[in-house]
């Protein structure tokens, strides 16, 4: 299965990937620069966590790899592959509606906690990448 060996780079469209869950110790990149933001990747089997200037904005657990992440005003986009199912949290906006697409199938709505949290589980596994996009109506 595909991993980011670098734990996290920058991608030739602009997005960037990371998370490598085949490691066995906790690793992290600190002050990536993209876009004039600065990332902060933390990965190994149990988790990977994604922050962005100090902020949180992706976690896994187990740790996944995560490909092409896209983020735009209304929504934001990913590959995601990892050994076995994972929760994901996105940190989007508070209390606010989302539609939830994985491989361009409509998973329905889903709301936003109060802080801004949304929760997703997937079955991951046999060298399968799930293509993931929410969109805030």
């Given at each position: 299965m595909a991993v980011v060996e670098e734990l996290i780079?920058?991608?030739?469209?602009?997005?960037?990937?990371?998370?490598?869950?085949?490691?066995?110790?906790?690793?992290?990149?600190?002050?990536?620069?993209?876009?004039?933001?600065?990332?902060?990747?933390?990965?190994?089997?149990?988790?990977?966590?994604?922050?962005?200037?100090?902020?949180?904005?992706?976690?896994?657990?187990?740790?996944?790899?995560?490909?092409?992440?896209?983020?735009?005003?209304?929504?934001?986009?990913?590959e995601v592959s990892g050994k076995e199912s994972a929760q994901i949290t996105l940190e989007l906006e508070a209390e606010k509606e989302y539609e939830i697409y994985k491989n361009d199938s409509n998973l329905g709505k889903m709301k936003t906690n109060l802080g801004g949290k949304l929760v997703l589980s997937l079955e991951l596994g046999d060298d399968e990448m799930d293509y993931i996009k929410v969109v805030k109506l």
């Open positions: 780079r920058k991608e030739s469209d602009g997005t960037i990937s990371f998370g490598n869950y085949e490691l066995d110790v906790k690793s992290k990149a600190s002050d990536f620069e993209h876009q004039g933001d600065l990332f902060k990747v933390k990965t190994f089997q149990e988790i990977t966590k994604l922050e962005k200037n100090g902020m949180f904005v992706y976690e896994s657990v187990p740790g996944t790899a995560v490909f092409h992440m896209d983020t735009k005003d209304n929504q934001i986009s990913f």
